[in-house]
């Protein structure tokens, strides 16, 4: 218990008081607290590692050139070509449908929740908003595929091509996933601009309309950016809806959206379910896909985490 | 944030008002204004289409047949079938995945808050690594599970397997939601503490977690909420199957309700549909009860210090 550091003088005093004393309980807290935190490097860690090796045996036999500039996907033909482009288009039209359903509501939500409504009425809608972020994707797979699809194409004209697995219907569906990751995000960057941008406009005889479309958008901008930014990666990373909805075969690159195709979810949630061997090629393609896919997804996420940080270091 | 104030409209004369006091009515105004409601009205209308219509199309099937009986891949016994094998796979799973990364979850945000030193760079590439961790798809996870889970570590198909990779995909949630709580305590009630002689972690454990538990609760409830509905990572590994008993252990073969739903949507048959749509009912009311009380908890506990 004793500092053994302390030099002369008398002990008592100046042991309570310099030095702390060897606390165990506390140490050993903090080695688990250590612990704790270390999970989440070991799992970043644990990705890249698992993607990796798989992945790097698979360019062993497919050149990347072929990989990445192929208009042919057909692993499982007599004819084999691996090119990553068809599942790269599908997932790219299914992200941009999103993005037209998911944007205007989403920026809609925000700016009436941010400069419209009424702070009591605010706390009963935006927890609407939210439950919708709680509804399991799988939920509005089947909705889209067994209500969507046949409500679309029995009614509305120039519809009655859709097949029964399609790009349209899955996109309008995944648009509405992301709704509310789009309007929370937006509506925090707008909160947080300051009262006082407001006021000013205001005091120059401002609408409500101008305050809201040409004062706090623009100044919110890097947020709205972050949260669409969100959005696409929440599209691009999204399975369940694709998979049930969307279609599970992409041989060649068809951008029509009223036809089936896979994503590159869709193909490695496909292929992952069924029985190929373990180290066949058929295999590592799954992982040489989710490369790409883990690549894509988190060149966006660090993007949106860079200008989330701009607006909160602009206004807080 | 009022626009102009309402009371000046009765004080003003009438020719005055017009030009002054008076709001006027402006087309462009109120368009927007509706434009923007009818963003919300039809959030709105979607939810609320989308749960009429699964508790339609499963009305059939909503009775003690869907927790008493097993499910079938064979169409002629479809009658009696249920999900009760996803439900206990679910709570399994589920309690599982709350045992291990809740404590994770709570224990590493201390460490963020209270005890990491910001200008050191592996604590700055630890904040930014949970951050990209949120936002990696979740079928990635699978691929983690799949890899590294299930056979570098030997654990194989089974319940301990979802229950580790659920862990981690749901991770990042309960971690970024305690740091918000923990950071929402004042740093007064710590001085406090200190100056009664207390130690750091007297202080973390006795001041500042009590403190911080109804935002620690509100994110839990909704990481486990998603954990519940996620299917994807699961597909990959190995419960897309017709499982006909209950799990017994931590090594058995499971499939959990976002899975069994998945399987009932792919036969071609209706009477599979319906059922899908009755175990869709189960998991909304689930998942819905388990966000709206987080939401609850959330606004009823939260202090404003």
Known sequence: ?316 | MTASSPTLDRTGTAEQGLALTRRRFRVGEVLFKLALQACFVLCFAVLAALLAWVVVKGWHRLDSRLWTGMPTGRVSRIDRAGVQSAITGTLWVISLTALICLPTGVLSAIYLEEYANRERWYNRMLELNIQNLAGVPSIIFGILGLGIVARQLGLGFSIITAAIVLSLLVLPVVIIATREAIRAVPQSIRQASYALGATKWQTVSRQVLPAAVPGIATGSILALSRAIGEAAPLIMLGAVTYVTFNPDGLLSAYTVLPIQIFSFISEAQSEYQELAAAAIVLLLAIVLLMNSLAIFLRSRFQKRW
């Open chain 1, 1 to 316: 218990m004793a500092a053994p550091s302390t030099t002369g003088g008398p002990g008592v005093a100046k042991r309570s008081l310099r030095r702390g004393r060897p606390r165990p309980v506390d140490s050993a807290v903090k080695v688990l607290l250590v612990a704790a935190a270390s999970v989440s490097i070991a799992t970043t860690l644990g990705i890249i590692v698992a993607l990796a090796e798989p992945a790097v045996e698979f360019f062993r036999q497919v050149s990347i050139v072929e990989f990445l500039t192929g208009t042919s996907w057909t692993p499982q033909f007599a004819d084999k070509h691996y090119g990553v482009l068809p599942l790269l288009v599908a997932t790219l039209e299914v992200m941009v449908i999103a993005l037209v359903i998911a944007v205007p509501l989403g920026l809609g939500s925000a700016i009436y929740l941010s400069e419209y409504a009424a702070p009591r009425s605010r706390k009963v809608l935006k927890p609407i908003l939210e439950l919708l972020a709680g509804v399991p994707t799988v939920v509005y797979g089947f909705v889209a595929l067994a209500a969507l699809n046949p409500l679309l194409r029995d009614h509305v004209p120039g519809l009655g091509g859709l097949e029964f697995q399609n790009m349209l219907v899955a996109g309008i569906a995944m648009g509405i996933m992301i709704v509310p990751t789009v309007a929370s995000i937006s509506e925090d960057a707008m909160s947080a601009v300051p009262q006082s941008l407001r006021e000013g406009a205001y005091a120059l005889a401002s609408s409500r309309m101008q305050v809201a479309t040409r004062v706090v958008v623009p100044a919110a901008v890097s947020g709205i950016v972050a949260a669409v930014v969100l959005g696409i990666s929440r599209a691009v990373g999204e399975t369940m809806i694709v998979t049930i909805a969307g279609g599970l075969v992409s041989n060649d690159v068809d951008a029509n959206p009223l036809h089936g195709a896979a994503t590159m979810t869709a193909y490695i949630a496909n292929i992952a379910q069924g029985d190929v061997p373990v180290g066949t090629l058929d295999y590592n393609t799954v992982f040489a896909v989710g490369a790409v896919l883990f690549i894509f997804t988190f060149a966006l996420n660090a993007l949106s985490i860079r200008m989330v940080r701009r607006f909160r270091e602009v206004y807080e």
